[in-house]
């Protein structure tokens, strides 16, 4: 590295020791914002070690050739990796987020305290020994983590859990702020580098600022886009359940209503001394009851149940509901997945069927089949004349039928939901309306 002292002037390159002390105290930092506990007698001799191997990987840096300089960078980055990913277990995604973080606001930390120190040196009377130095080391490095622990627990509960497409832009950050702030100790013939130490010096301290800047401000965007994803999810499970309320009412009220005809119908029948006509008012009371029974077996529970409760609804309404299906190819697909697809279809096809006005037309029918390696899903209800002249055939990726109803803001969403449930199974939606019918159906490929 002789090469590179050269080119940064008089200034002295930072000590690799308080590199290697920034990048532990980085992680450090982050994994204590995160995990708000003390650490465990397993997380101190991952984090002892984890210092042990960053001070020999700092001490190899300042000792091997230039072009050498790059992969002892990267073996600094996966021991940071190491510790993070050891000390707070989640997903690979997640470790390598905190990993970006990390190692940016440790390139600001060792670059604006070594700066400051070199600056308060040269230009005041201060006492001379290590002592001073490793003085002034903790109390700048007591500040600024101290200061970076305090941001991260305004912004961050422990909880943040990233995914790969969300490390992009971090990535970005990570990569242009240390390319650019080393630039001037590798290069000095750049329009981004500065042959001057003071400038170089000044460069490195203010970019790695920028780059801290930029993913601060991306890490409350984050936090912040999350809270209102889980928010929208509790919103979710609350309609769910409000609607699963509405449902329960209504099917009380049916029983109920069906319980008072059963006690007319037993009157009828406890004064009715013709065998023949109290065999055929017990064939009725036996059909009625028939209406209501849990008479869907597909061979999956969750569906039998989706498909019972619905049933209660379309009997309600006088909406005859056919199923054909084999349940045992969703055993793969989630339960709530499940109660997406086939409640949102079944609710969007008895919302419809409500409004055409003869009963005999009010027809629903479902089936669950295995066709070339996928399960196929198909919701089928009958259409009214004048809603028959749209367009015909299937359509997998164009625009969804809007709402009809009043509240286009909470409503509207069903079919999306569907497709989303589909695709995460590598799957499609496709509508389609074919001979009076209106077909919804969803491909979900089956496990080999």
Request: with cysteine.
């Amino acid at each position: 590295m002789d090469e590179v002292m050269s080119m940064v002037g008089e200034i002295p390159d930072i000590p690799k020791a308080f590199t290697a002390l920034a990048e532990w105290l980085a992680c450090v930092t982050y994994l204590t914002a995160c995990v708000r506990r003390p650490p465990q007698l397993r997380q101190c001799a991952i984090l002892g070690c984890g210092l042990a191997a960053l001070l020999v990987v700092q001490y190899a840096i300042g000792i091997v050739p230039l072009w050498l300089w790059i992969p002892g960078m990267l073996v600094a980055l996966a021991v940071m990796y190491g510790i993070i990913r050891l000390c707070r277990p989640t997903n690979r995604a997640t470790s390598v987020y905190w990993l970006m973080r990390a190692f940016v606001f440790a390139e600001f930390a060792a670059a604006i305290e070594w700066q400051l120190f070199v600056f308060v040196e040269r230009n005041y009377a201060m006492p001379s020994g290590a002592w001073f130095g490793a003085l002034f080391l903790i109390v700048t490095y007591a500040v600024l983590f101290a200061a970076a622990f305090a941001l991260e627990l305004r912004h961050d509960d422990g909880s943040l859990t990233a995914t790969a497409r969300e490390l992009a832009a971090p990535a970005i950050i990570m990569v242009t702020s240390f390319a650019l702030s080393n630039l001037s100790y590798v290069a000095t013939d750049t329009p981004f580098s500065s042959p001057l130490a003071t400038e170089a010096f000044n460069i490195r301290t203010l970019v790695c600022l920028g780059g801290v800047a930029f993913l601060y401000a991306y890490h409350v965007q984050l936090s912040e886009s999350h809270a209102k994803e889980e928010l929208n999810a509790i919103r979710n499970v609350l309609n769910m359940q409000y609607a699963q309320y509405q449902q329960s009412k209504e099917s009380i009220a049916i029983i109920n209503h069906k319980y008072h005809d059963l006690k007319h119908q037993i009157a009828v029948l406890r004064a009715e001394r013709d065998p023949v006509a109290r065999e055929a008012h017990l064939d009725d009371i036996e059909q009625g009851i028939k209406e209501y029974e849990a008479r869907f077996k597909t061979g999956n529970s969750v569906l039998d149940t989706v498909l019972t409760g619905k049933s209660l609804t379309c009997a309600q309404h006088g909406i005859e509901l056919t199923c054909v299906a084999d349940g045992q190819l969703l055993d793969d697909v989630s339960v709530m997945d499940v109660c997406t697809i086939f409640g949102n279809a079944l609710d969007n096809a008895i919302e419809y069927e409500q409004t055409i006005e003869d009963a005999e037309q009010r027809l629903i029918h479902i089936t669950v089949s295995k066709l070339n390696g996928f399960a196929v899903i198909r919701v089928e209800n009958w259409l009214k004349p004048e809603d028959r002249k749209t367009s015909q055939g299937s359509n997998a990726h164009g625009t969804l039928p809007s709402t009809t109803k009043q509240d286009k803001h909470y409503h509207g969403f069903g079919l999306k939901s569907i497709r989303h449930c589909a695709q995460q199974y590598g799957g499609e939606m496709m509508i389609a309306r074919r001979d009076g019918w209106f077909e919804l159906t969803v491909l979900i490929p089956l496990k080999q």
